[in-house]
């Protein structure tokens, strides 16, 4: 039995999507994503990537992102055909040697709660979970937007518009709005590691400059010139289907319903364009969005069980 393990090249990032799609069926990614991800990467948040071949096919990979000061996130996928042979055990074994290389305090990882043997893995290599993440999808056809017809009506009446990312870069201050609105919303999601917000140049990358990220699909909220909302979208790799990231609003302009509208903006766009389905992930624990996710119609599939290693 020839086995090996090896650091990534750029030529393996299509067999790196094959083996984490056939993994991870609901987040799908690309290869051009995974390129671009690690072109940007910096000595703050360094990727390091590995493959496992065996007998010359690749089979599995894994990698280790460094998040922010000691914590790492892990990440390792065997395709489908070759799990509970060893493949994992060895793999995860060299992974760890080469983290400890970097003195790690924590590593989190992520796993389908679909893959019981998945988890029991991860928790006899000392993981526990810490949270977990629903996935969520809207089925766009035969969506009544109409049942909201008021809705924009009232906020329009209390002084709120809602404008897209596009519509608002003429503004010379556009980015800096945009990025202090958004950490301000960030610092109250929930989440199992504390808030460490980005900065500018950064959050440019992660988002703005994102080729993902449908400027004319995100949507502000806006009373007397604060901006007070938001709303992110971006296209998933089949084209047909849009994500929802970041939507949140800031405590005070919260109780008015802004975060339906701006979802409902979201959606109306996403007919008129020919999209067939929303999907959006929440925290268990963000029970806010949850039911406004519920009352537009989402449907929640398996969720992701976020785990926690200490190593110190």
Not at 131 to 160: C, I, P, S, W
Not at 254 to 262: E, I, M, S, V
Request: hydrophobic share 40%.
């Amino acid at each position: 039995m020839k086995l090996e393990i090896r650091p990534a090249t750029q030529n393996d990032y299509p067999s790196i999507v094959a083996i984490h799609n056939a993994t991870w069926t609901d987040h799908p990614v690309l290869a051009d994503e995974l390129e671009r991800t690690d072109s940007k990467c910096t000595e703050q948040n360094f990727i390091k990537r590995f493959m496992l071949e065996f007998e010359g096919k690749s089979i599995s990979e894994g990698s280790f992102q460094l998040l922010s000061k000691n914590d790492f996130a892990l990440e390792l996928n065997v395709l489908p055909e070759f799990q509970s042979r060893g493949f994992g055990r060895a793999f995860y074994q060299f992974l760890e040697a080469e983290l400890e290389r970097y003195a790690p305090e924590r590593a989190f990882c992520n796993l389908y709660e679909i893959h019981p043997f998945a988890l029991h893995f991860a928790q006899t290599r000392g993981f526990k979970e810490v949270a977990r993440v629903y996935h969520q999808t809207l089925k766009l056809e035969g969506f009544d937007a109409g049942l909201f017809g008021t809705l924009k009506q009232n906020l329009n009446a209390n002084g709120y518009r809602i404008s897209s990312f596009a519509e608002l870069q003429s503004d010379p201050e556009y980015e800096q709005k945009l990025y202090e609105l958004f950490f301000k919303i960030d610092a109250d999601v929930p989440r199992v590691r504390e808030f460490v917000p980005v900065g500018f140049e950064e959050f440019k990358r992660q988002n703005l400059e994102n080729p993902k990220l449908l400027k004319a699909a995100c949507f502000v909220a806006i009373q007397n010139g604060e901006w007070v909302g938001l709303s992110q979208q971006r296209s998933r790799p089949d084209a047909t289907q849009l994500h929802t990231g970041m939507t949140g609003v800031l405590r005070e302009h919260r109780g008015q319903n802004l975060a339906l509208a701006l979802k409902l903006q979201a959606i109306n766009y996403a007919i008129q364009h020919g999209f067939t389905a929303l999907h959006s992930n929440n925290a268990s624990t963000n029970t806010p969005m949850l039911a406004i996710n519920k009352k537009l119609g989402f449907e929640r599939s398996a969720s992701q069980i976020q785990l926690e290693k200490k190593f110190v």
